[in-house]
T-cell receptor, first 117, second 113 residues
Framework: EADIYQTPRYLVIGTGKKITLECSQTMGHDKMYWYQQDPGMELHLIHYSYGVNSTEKGDLSSESTVSRIRTEHFPLTLESARPSHTSQYLC????????????????FGEGSRLTVL | GEDVEQSLFLSVREGDSSVINCTYTDSSSTYLYWYKQEPGAGLQLLTYIFSNMDMKQDQRLTVLLNKKDKHLSLRIADTQTGDSAIYFCAERPTTSGTYKYIFGTGTRLKVLA
């Protein structure tokens, strides 16, 4: 079972509010990712991190920001939420290939479903 | 471009076999993956195949890889109602120099009792 946790699981907020989605993993993985998932299922990478103090924007432009001050923690923040931010946000982590005998598997959290009214 | 393609829907009867197909793009991908997503949850790794393999079997699951055609398939034998979920194939290209994964659009499998 994956040791990666997201909170909150569900959040309903009003337009203009600041929100932070939390993601923590206890596996010591250096790589962490945030995906946005459409209602139509497709996953879009919005942020990723190779390690502490390293963050990059993903393929889908997002108004959210992330930080990686500690290995285990990769929070995502929206300064001013809008209805267009309504979506499911999935956090994931992985270990580097070659670091151990691993397959580069991505471990996912359960997701945070955000609704902005 | 970086597109991993899957059909969107598949419906089968309980006890039948399901075959979910995927076409990927980057021949440098060392591993190819199948993930399962149940309603309201994150994705979980079902199985993976190393790029130098043609086939991998794991209990009810069989993965076939055709590198020439860049085609990956997942066969679920004796499909059960608990197999109803969204299935994603994914590749992790090694040529890009990053650690980004490319996911397919997902196939929603519905198992009819």
């Amino acid at each position: 079972e994956a040791d990666i946790y997201q909170t909150p699981r569900y959040l309903v907020i009003g337009t203009g509010k600041k929100i932070t989605l939390e993601c923590s993993q206890t596996m010591g993985h250096d790589k962490m990712y945030w995906y946005q998932q459409d209602p139509g299922m497709e996953l879009h990478l919005i942020h990723y991190s190779y390690g502490v103090n390293s963050t990059e924007k993903g393929d889908l432009s997002s108004e959210s920001t992330v930080s990686r001050i500690r290995t285990e923690h990769f929070p995502l923040t929206l300064e001013s939420a809008r209805p267009s931010h309504t979506s499911q946000y999935l956090c994931a982590s992985s270990e580097s290939l070659g670091r151990t005998a691993n397959t580069g598997e991505l471990f996912f959290g359960e997701g945070s479903r955000l609704t902005v009214l | 471009g970086e597109d991993v393609e899957q059909s969107l829907f598949l419906s089968v009867r309980e006890g039948d076999s399901s075959v979910i197909n995927c076409t990927y793009t980057d021949s440098s991908s060392t591993y190819l993956y199948w993930y399962k997503q149940e309603p309201g949850a994150g994705l979980q790794l079902l199985t993976y195949i190393f790029s130098n393999m043609d086939m991998k079997q794991d209990q009810r699951l069989t993965v076939l890889l055709n590198k020439k055609d860049k085609h990956l398939s997942l066969r679920i034998a004796d499909t059960q109602t608990g197999d109803s979920a969204i299935y994603f194939c994914a590749e992790r290209p090694t040529t890009s120099g990053t650690y980004k994964y490319i996911f397919g659009t997902g196939t929603r499998l519905k198992v009819l009792a």
